[in-house]
Nanobody
């Protein structure tokens, strides 16, 4: 099982930017499932962005045009660049990486956007 450590969260004003990082303890080059999820208080965890097989990329509608997911296989890291942040983006953000059919979660990083 791979260990994941997220970082980059924090407090930012609306309209600001943050870049989240998810560092894996082993190579992610073979993974066809890398995703960022978020969970706001009182809400279910939702998929925000993902990289699938063949490099296909998915974004949930509310972040399209503002968030960008990327991977750096050399650094075993997945990123989520978040621009034009809104108060409704406030949540704990988690990364998930699937390797050999097994998904692993990080501990989460808090993102708070003030109005």
């Amino acid at each position: 099982q791979v260990q994941l450590v997220e970082s980059g969260g924090g407090l930012v004003q609306a309209g600001g930017s943050l870049r989240l990082s998810c560092a894996a303890s082993r190579s992610i080059s073979s993974s066809n499932g890398l995703g960022w999820y978020r969970q706001a208080p009182g809400k279910q965890r939702e998929l925000v962005a993902s990289i699938g097989s063949g490099g296909s990329i998915y974004y949930t509608d509310s972040v399209k045009g503002r968030f960008t997911i990327s991977r750096d296989n050399a650094k075993n890291t997945v990123y989520l660049q978040m621009n034009s942040l809104k108060p409704e983006d406030t949540a704990v953000y988690y990364c998930n990486i699937v390797l050999r059919g097994v998904g692993s979660w990080g501990q989460g990083t808090q993102v708070t956007v003030s109005s």
